[in-house]
């Protein structure tokens, strides 16, 4: 057999990296996906956060210093997703920081 031609069992894996990829890649698109419910979910803290501060300052400086929350939807990347929400509390004042 000359050096430039395949052999059998070359010709046979030929395909497999193609096949094996088709795989997996329902799997990388579900991490892709989680991982990116996760940065909106992230997100939506965050703004929760700065939404509590916010309010807490308004009732300080309204002379209502007390425990205050915020809640935030996150937002869902696929519709079937349940709703969820974030809550964040906060305490401006004496004794709350």
């Known amino acids: 057999m000359s050096p430039g031609t ?14 094996e990829l088709v795989g997996a890649l329902p799997f ?3 991490g892709i996906l ?3 419910q ?3 979910a992230g997100a939506s ?16 400086v309204g002379g209502k210093a007390g425990t205050v929350s915020a809640e935030a939807p996150v937002p869902r990347l696929l519709p079937g997703l ?10 401006l004042g004496p004794g709350g920081g």
């Open 34 to 36: 989680v991982a990116a």
């Open 82 to 91: 349940p709703p969820l929400s974030i809550v964040a509390r906060t305490r």
């Open 6 to 19: 395949d052999s059998s069992a070359d010709r046979g894996e030929a395909g497999s990296a193609s096949l």
């Open 45 to 60: 803290l965050w703004s929760a956060a700065l939404a509590a501060r916010a309010k807490a300052r308004a009732a300080l």
């Open 38 to 40: 996760l940065a909106l």
């Open 28 to 30: 990388l698109l579900a």
